[in-house]
């Protein structure tokens, strides 16, 4: 990068600013559609962190159960003097490491949301707080 090019590109970022709860005017100088903004709703919030949840749980419980049968399978066809043992050991142990991974992904979205949603309402709650202490609230009503 040339050094006009570095210093345009400072300038650039130094005039942008955050613009928080809207969106730039569009081509025409109007207002932007309300569609595009984003909405998100507790109770979808809530279903989503349920469905991790229950996907976790059935992971779980159904990705588990061939573990013992496989790992004894490898051991015994390793014990055999046969490679397929030692190959099978490796598909077991990578499938136990992915298995332990989707479910730390679905508990860590799962908890995601949860946090989220109890941030929210207490974000909200102090919001309305202060506003009714201000006077503000009722002014607003």
């Known amino acids: 990068m040339a050094w006009d090019e570095w210093e345009q590109a400072k300038q650039d970022a130094a005039a942008t600013r955050t613009r928080l709860n809207q969106l730039p005017p569009g081509a025409d100088g109007r207002a932007p559609s309300p569609r595009a903004d984003l909405v998100v709703h507790d109770d979808v919030l809530g279903a989503l962190g349920d469905l991790a949840r229950r996907l976790r749980d059935q992971v779980s419980r159904d990705g588990d159960h061939a573990r013992v049968a496989t790992s004894e399978?490898?051991?015994?066809?390793?014990?055999?003097?046969?490679?397929?043992?030692g190959g099978l050991r490796a598909v077991h142990d990578a499938w136990i490491t992915k298995l332990a991974t989707l479910k730390d992904a679905c508990a860590h979205i799962s908890n995601h949301l949860d946090y989220s949603r109890a941030t929210h309402r207490q974000d909200d709650h102090k919001i309305a707080t202060d506003m009714s202490v201000s006077g503000i609230g009722n002014a607003i009503k």
């Open 73 to 85: 399978a490898a051991t015994e066809l390793t014990a055999d003097g046969l490679d397929t043992g």
